[in-house]
């Protein structure tokens, strides 16, 4: 079955950067989008940006251009988001979130990783 | 980017009622692929979203049909049709039709 397991909590500082990675298996990875959505706590759900695992090619909220970098490692299944100069706005959980249908730009997720809560303190 | 506004924003049901949450969107939905992209998602506490509906009023694997979703264009409806206890949580509609992704508010379903 599908699972995407994402990394554990992370504490950090102002203007430190964390790194959240998300391991794909059950499908063929490169396939599938995988977006990254982030929930602040007691807030709603907060897009940041999509990649595709097959050719790496990204597209990234406009609120985060320049802050947010999100890779992929095929050789293992994995996909990575990096948040830099932090704040403590970024106080969130951090999840990952596969395209609904394969090669499909435009769908919705309907697989979601378990969430990574990072939070921001001095 | 498109705005998601759901209405109510908390409800409270007894158990084996029915349940209406309405979710309207600033543009169409409607994409040129002739898809609307248009999903439900329910959120438990310390959980992430569980797909409810995809594409306006598509069940995902494994919901039961109690869950339905109708709409077209900017204006969209989930309803269950008994509630049950387990389906309290928070409710979300998303759009995918134009990035960025942008959710609704959220509707809070509170099981009496």
């Known amino acids: 079955q599908v699972q995407l397991v994402q990394s554990g909590a992370e504490v950090k500082k102002p203007g430190a950067s964390v790194k959240v990675s998300c391991k794909a298996s059950?499908?063929?990875?490169?396939?599938?989008?995988i977006h990254w959505v982030r929930q602040a706590p007691g807030q709603g759900l907060e897009w940041m940006g999509v990649?595709?695992?097959?050719?790496?090619?990204?597209t990234y909220a406009q609120k985060f251009q320049g802050r947010v970098t999100m890779t992929r490692d095929t050789s293992t299944s994995r996909v990575y988001m990096e948040l830099s100069s932090l704040r403590s706005e970024d106080t969130a959980v951090y999840y990952c979130?596969?395209?609904?249908?394969?090669?499909?730009?435009?769908?919705?997720?309907?697989?979601w990783g378990q969430g990574t809560l990072v939070i921001v303190s001095s | 980017d498109i705005v998601m506004t759901q209405t109510p924003l908390s409800l409270s049901v007894t158990p084996g009622q029915p349940a209406s949450i309405s979710c309207k969107s600033s543009?169409?939905?409607?994409?040129?692929?002739?898809?609307?992209?248009l999903y439900w998602y329910l959120q438990k506490p310390g959980q992430p979203p569980q797909l409810l509906i995809y594409?306006?009023?598509n069940r995902f694997s494994g919901v039961p049909d109690r869950f339905s979703g109708s709409g077209s264009g900017t204006d969209f409806t989930l309803k269950i049709s008994r509630v049950e206890a387990e389906d309290a949580g928070v409710y979300y509609c998303?759009?995918?039709?134009?990035?960025?992704?942008?959710f609704g508010q959220g509707t809070k379903v509170e099981i009496k």
């Open positions: 979130a596969r395209g609904f249908f394969p090669y499909d730009f435009w769908s919705g997720s309907g697989d």
């Open positions: 059950g499908y063929t990875f490169t396939s599938y989008y």
């Open positions: 990649i595709n695992p097959s050719d790496g090619g990204t």
């Open positions: 543009q169409s939905l409607l994409h040129s692929d002739g898809k609307t992209y």
């Open positions: 594409e306006v009023s």
């Open positions: 998303m759009q995918s039709r134009q990035l960025p992704w942008t």
